[in-house]
């Protein structure tokens, strides 16, 4: 293309029905090219949309115990768990605390970190159990597939 002065440079792109669009303003002089902008923003939107699909979506799985949960809705459970961390979801799983069971709060915690060395292989501890409210969450990662 070269360089053109202001007033050449747009002669130049009436001429060819196209668009001088800055490209630099900040450089000595400004920079500019001659292009077709409504196909330069249909490219670069295309562009973005692109990128947009590519990116991983995270995906939060949730599993909710009760304090004194049995062994067996427990081993359900943690099954559950074991397939959304296979699946490359996270994984939040809370101790839900109904009225005064609130007084059971080191059971909710051992459940949790019994859940978590139970699905040791299959995702790491993001988030120790911590108490909100009358929830106590913890939140484990799944780990990469090989």
């Known amino acids: ?34 292009i077709d902008y ?26 909710r115990f009760g304090p004194q949960t049995d062994d067996h809705d427990y081993e359900f459970k943690k099954k559950h768990g074991e397939k959304f961390l296979q699946e490359g979801a996270k994984l ?17 915690e051992i459940l949790l970190l019994r859940l978590a060395t139970d699905l040791e292989e299959y995702g790491k501890v993001e988030q120790m159990p911590k108490l909100e409210g009358k929830r106590m969450t913890m939140f484990l990662a799944p780990k990469k597939v090989k």
């Not at 009436?14 to 090219?33: G, M, R, T």
């Not at 839900?96 to 909710?108: A, E």
């Open 92 to 108: 939040k799983a809370y101790v839900f605390f109904k009225g005064r069971s609130i007084v059971y709060k080191d059971q909710g």
């Open 1 to 34: 293309m070269g360089v053109y002065p202001t007033k050449k440079a747009l002669e130049l792109a009436d001429e060819l029905e196209l668009d001088l669009v800055e490209i630099s303003p900040n450089a000595q002089p400004p920079v500019c090219k001659i």
């Open 38 to 63: 409504k196909k330069f923003l249909y490219e670069q939107k295309k562009r973005e949309k692109e990128l947009k699909a590519k990116a991983t979506k995270v995906v939060i799985k949730e599993i």
